[in-house]
């Protein structure tokens, strides 16, 4: 068994059977069209660099990121978590000050 990056766990039988099932399916230049726009990110075409600072020297930037994401990977937590404290201008973990501003 596999782990499918929907969370789903599938057999290989069962991974055989979905991919025999989808075998010649014809898309329409619609559909093929939002399944690209929805592969290069269209819906959000500009991520938002994210600015770190320690709380004991604000003035010196301590570690820049290009995205939420990154900088929530960096620091263990989800993207959710760093977009709240960007947001309400809380310290992160006592410790972190972090800021945002859209990338080029």
Do not use: Q
């Not at 059977?17 to 819906?43: E, P, Q, T, W, Y």
Request: charged share 25%.
């Amino acid at each position: 068994m596999s782990l499918i990056k929907t969370g789903i766990l599938r057999s290989e039988i069962d991974k055989e059977k979905i991919s025999l099932a989808n075998k010649g399916r014809i898309f329409s230049d619609i559909h093929k069209a939002k399944i690209s726009i929805a592969k290069m990110g269209v819906n959000n075409p500009v991520s938002k660099k994210v600015y770190v600072y320690s709380n004991e020297n604000p003035f010196i930037l301590f570690k820049s990121f290009n995205s939420y994401t990154e900088a929530g990977k960096y620091f263990n937590c989800s993207r959710m978590t760093i977009s709240r404290y960007i947001d309400t201008k809380n310290l992160y973990k006592k410790n972190w000050i972090l800021l945002s501003i859209k990338g080029d």
